[in-house]
């Protein structure tokens, strides 16, 4: 099991910035993919963007050329770097990790072993 803690979450206004970290402690491997995920109040969970253990990396179209997701294998921590933020990015964002490839299924939740506890991003006008 793979314990993950969200951090670097804040509030911010229209057209910034922030950068979430995921730092990953227990079974971790360079191999595991690493995902995050949103969720806003009343809305269903829903897949920002994952990055594979080679590397690979998928984003959602809500977020493309806004987000981009990064690894440190080395220090077991992703990150999530997001820019150009807007009112709808708010939510409380989670990461997640999964051993071995995830593929096209990355969007779902169930696809996903391990959660983070959350950290909340806040977006005004």
């Known amino acids: 099991q793979v314990q993950l803690e969200e951090s670097g979450g804040g509030s911010v206004q229209v057209g910034g910035s922030l950068r979430l970290s995921c730092a990953a402690r227990g079974y971790t491997n360079p191999t595991n993919c690493i995902g995050w995920f949103r969720q806003a109040p009343g809305k269903g969970r829903e897949g920002v963007a994952a990055i594979a253990g080679d590397g690979e990396t998928m984003y959602a179209d809500s977020v493309k050329g806004r987000f981009t997701i990064s690894k440190d294998s080395t220090k077991s921590i992703s990150y999530l770097q997001m820019t150009s933020l807007k009112p709808e990015d708010s939510a409380m964002y989670y990461c997640?990790?999964?051993?071995?490839?995830?593929?096209?299924?990355?969007?779902?939740?169930?696809?996903?072993?391990?959660w983070g506890q959350g950290t909340q991003v806040t977006v005004s006008s």
């Open positions: 997640a990790a999964v051993r071995g490839s995830i593929g096209w299924s990355w969007k779902y939740p169930t696809s996903w072993n391990d």
